[in-house]
C-alpha cells in the first residue's frame, strides 16, 4: 500500500514515471533497472517489481502484481482508436481497456500486451510475444498471437511460494 502511495504522488507530480535504480525498503523494492521505464497515473504495483524496459501507454488502468519482472523494450498498450465510427480509417474515438498481470509473472524481451488482458499468477511469457488473450494461472505462453504452449509444475511453484521464495 505504501509503494502505491508514494508512486503515485510521483506520477500525480510529474504524469508519468521515468527512473533509473529507484529502490525503496528491504521488502517493499521497486526496481527499475533502465532508463527506458514509463509508468502512468493508471499504474498500480504489487510488491517487489522488476522492471528492465518496461512502457505503458493509454489511459486504461495496469494491474501488476508481486514479483513482477519484465524484460527489455516490452509494451503495455491500453488506448485504439475506434474503427467502427463516424469516419475512415478510424474516429476521434478513444476505446480504453485495462490490463491485470498477477503475482510472479515474468515477462520476456520485446513483448507487447494489449488491453483488455488478464495474465494469471505465475505465467511466463516468452521474449517476443504479442498477447491478446487471457493467459492462465501458471501459463507459459509465446508467439504472435501468444498462445499457451506449457504449464510451469504447480506442486514445485505451490513450494517455493510457500517458502517465500522471491527474486
Not at 528491504?26 to 512502457?55: A, W, Y
Not at 478510424?90 to 507487447?112: A, C, E, R, S
Request: charged fraction near 20%.
Amino acid at each position: 500500500m505504501f509503494i502505491s502511495r508514494f508512486i503515485h504522488r510521483l506520477i500525480k507530480s510529474h504524469r508519468e514515471m521515468k527512473a533509473l535504480n529507484l529502490v525503496m525498503s528491504h521488502k517493499n523494492e521497486i526496481h527499475i533497472n533502465s532508463k527506458d521505464v514509463v509508468l502512468t497515473r493508471n499504474t498500480v504495483l504489487g510488491r517487489n517489481p522488476n522492471f528492465n524496459g518496461l512502457k505503458i501507454r493509454g489511459h486504461g488502468k495496469v494491474t501488476i502484481g508481486d514479483n513482477f519482472h519484465s524484460g527489455e523494450n516490452c509494451l503495455i498498450i491500453t488506448d485504439f482508436h475506434n474503427y467502427q465510427g463516424e469516419a475512415l480509417p478510424y474516429d476521434d474515438t478513444v476505446i480504453i481497456k485495462d490490463v491485470t498481470i498477477g503475482d510472479n509473472v515474468w515477462i520476456g524481451v520485446n513483448v507487447i500486451i494489449l488491453g483488455g488482458v488478464t495474465i494469471g499468477e505465475g505465467a511466463i511469457i516468452q521474449a517476443g510475444a504479442v498477447v491478446i488473450k487471457d493467459i492462465p494461472d501458471l501459463g507459459i505462453a509465446g508467439g504472435n498471437p501468444a498462445t499457451v504452449f506449457k504449464y510451469r509444475n504447480a506442486g514445485h511453484y505451490n513450494k517455493l511460494k510457500e517458502e517465500g521464495k522471491f527474486h
